[in-house]
């Protein structure tokens, strides 16, 4: 009996979740309300604060939950959340592993990009969310730089400005790529980036 208690309690949390995203798509996140969410997942304002003490806090458990999920990321004591799989990439450094990395990763943008592009609206209008998506791209960022350190390539000044200058050129792409009209099929853009990730990184 308890262990269903548990799953119901999991099951509402996940849909106030998929709710408030839904909701901060079609409404804007200034403009959505904690009624407004209680609402779509079918349950009460009640609830939504026994899972979330604010609006904000359902923002946070956005990024940290599903967008961490979306790319695999883990839990990180050094970085906040890592995905072990763009450390060893960049320790690799091959266009290959590369060029793999980035596909997979594109293939996540239709998950990631509306919280995202949610994270940085929510961070204009509410002060607790200030920088909430600069400090997940900070994350990545350090991913790259443990990998750069565990193949001891670059100087150790250098690589985290080129995981920067990486995930810049990869968070712009992924932001803009269906509104965009930059002349290339999917295939050529992942193409030139991988070309300046290699460049970039090894």
């Known amino acids: 009996m308890a262990n269903l208690r548990e799953a119901q309690k ?9 709710s408030g995203l839904e909701q901060f798509k079609a409404k804007g996140y200034a403009a959505t309300k904690v009624d407004d969410i209680a609402t779509a997942a079918g349950t009460t304002r009640v609830t939504f604060y026994k899972y979330f003490p604010t609006r904000s806090e359902l923002m946070k458990a956005l990024i940290d939950e599903q967008l961490n999920e979306a790319l695999q990321r883990v839990g990180s004591p050094e970085h906040g959340s890592t995905a072990l799989d763009l450390v060893t990439t960049v320790a690799d450094g091959s266009p290959e592993a590369i060029m793999a990395w980035l596909r997979r990763t594109a293939d996540s943008w239709p998950a990631i990009r509306p919280i995202i592009r949610i994270g940085r609206d929510a961070a204009v209008v509410d002060p607790e969310l200030t920088d909430l998506v600069e400090r997940w791209l900070e994350e990545a960022i350090g991913d790259i730089e443990d990998g750069l350190e565990r193949a001891g390539r670059l100087e150790p000044h250098q690589r985290h400005f080129r995981g920067v200058l990486a995930m810049a050129q990869l968070d712009f792409v992924a932001q803009n790529w ?9 295939d050529q853009m992942l193409d030139e980036l991988g070309a300046s990730w290699v460049q970039l990184l090894t």
């Open 10 to 18: 999991q099951m509402t949390r996940r849909l106030l979740l998929e």
């Open 178 to 186: 269906d509104r965009a009209d930059w002349k290339l099929t999917r």
